[in-house]
């Protein structure tokens, strides 16, 4: 099956700083999304992003599906912005299964 | 518009019993899956609901099974709880009949099993 790495695993930020989490995916794929995982388990959706670049305020997101990664731009950072950051692809042919990555774990310090 | 709600969101059961675990798909979505999270680990899949019918199933062994019932809303059943069990079950609806569509996740429940 598809392997979905992120990077890096762990991530630690002084408040305001910018940070750029990675995302390689093994083979093509349908639909690529960016969650945040706050403390309590929710997933956020952050992007859906198979293709192209998004922003939505602080953050963007860029894909790159011919080269099989996607970046996540996290700018001038909170401490609300702490929490783990999943990367899950739907790789071609599966029927909406999302296949995520082990997560970035990011602190942001005051 | 509303997302998708999962009851309950903890639950303590003992190894050997059954469990049966809830999920609400949003408006106008048709399409639910399971997703099982162990502590520290991204979700695995688990399987997947469309119009009433299983649609794909990862690599989790038959006494996971599921239902999904005319208004789309799901059922995840466990049978025979063992202690690897515990874990954080995800429910995720989207707009299925078409690759590719963005996936909406509910809050989850925790489930304890001792």
């Known amino acids: 099956g598809i392997q979905v790495e992120q990077s890096p695993p762990d991530l630690i930020l002084q408040e305001g700083a910018n940070s750029t989490l990675r995302c390689n995916f093994s083979?093509?794929?349908?639909?690529l999304q960016w969650f945040h995982q706050n403390p309590w388990g929710q997933l956020i959706n952050l992007f859906y992003?198979?293709?192209g670049t998004k922003q939505n305020g602080r953050l963007s997101a860029t894909t790159v599906a011919t080269e099989r990664y996607s970046l996540l731009y996290i700018s001038s950072s909170q401490t609300t912005d702490s929490g783990v950051y999943f990367c899950?692809?739907?790789?071609?042919?599966?029927?909406?299964?999302?296949?995520f990555g082990t997560g970035t774990r990011l602190q942001v310090t005051l | 518009e509303t997302g998708v709600t999962q009851s309950p969101t903890h639950l303590i059961k003992t190894r050997g019993q059954q469990v049966t675990l809830r999920c609400s798909s949003q408006?106008?979505?048709?399409?639910v899956s399971w997703y099982q999270q162990a502590l520290g680990q991204g979700p695995q899949f688990i399987f997947q609901?469309?119009?009433?019918?299983?649609?794909g199933r990862g690599n989790f062994p038959p006494r996971f099974s599921g239902l999904q019932f005319p208004n789309y809303s799901s059922e995840l059943n466990v049978n025979a709880l063992e202690l690897d069990d515990s874990a954080l079950y995800l429910c995720?609806?989207?707009?299925?009949?078409?690759?590719?569509?963005?996936?909406?996740f509910g809050q989850g429940t925790r489930l304890t099993v001792v």
């Open positions: 609901y469309y119009r009433e019918e299983e649609n």
């Open positions: 992003i198979p293709s």
């Open positions: 083979d093509s794929v349908n639909n």
């Open positions: 899950a692809v739907e790789a071609t042919g599966t029927a909406s299964k999302l296949t």
């Open positions: 995720a609806s989207s707009l299925g009949g078409l690759w590719g569509t963005e996936a909406f």
């Open positions: 408006s106008g979505h048709n399409t």
